[in-house]
């Protein structure tokens, strides 16, 4: 089993930012993709931002040149620094990983950013 641990939600006006900080903890024996996905109030959840086991970045286009991931992979640990928040941004932000060689999806208990006009 791994737990993912998310930190750092909260409420914040428009045009501020904020920082999510994910760890993961447990039967870890290599992390394959590391993402962040987000969930608004009758939305489906939308993938954010991802970072695969050999580095690479992916993004929403509705965050690209806003949001930036970073994944410490010594540590299992995953950031979304949030830049230039808009009130569109607000929902609640879960972690989001899975193993190499298995299946299974993990996922955090989620986090709430919301953002105010």
């Known amino acids: 089993q791994v737990q993912l641990v998310e930190s750092g939600g909260g409420l914040v006006q428009a045009g501020g930012s904020l920082r999510l900080s994910c760890a993961a903890s447990?039967?870890?024996?290599?992390?394959?993709?590391m993402d962040w996905y987000r969930q608004a109030p009758g939305k489906q959840r939308e993938l954010v931002a991802s970072?695969?086991?050999?580095?690479?970045?992916n993004y929403a286009d509705s965050v690209k040149g806003r949001f930036t991931v970073s994944r410490d992979y010594a540590k299992n640990t995953v950031s979304l620094q949030m830049n230039s928040l808009k009130p569109e941004d607000t929902a609640v932000y879960y972690c989001?990983?899975?193993?190499?060689?298995?299946?299974?999806?993990?996922w955090g208990q989620g986090t709430q950013v919301t953002v105010s006009s």
């Open positions: 970072t695969t086991r050999c580095g690479s970045t």
């Open positions: 447990g039967s870890i024996l290599i992390i394959n993709n």
């Open positions: 989001y990983c899975d193993l190499l060689l298995s299946t299974n999806p993990y």
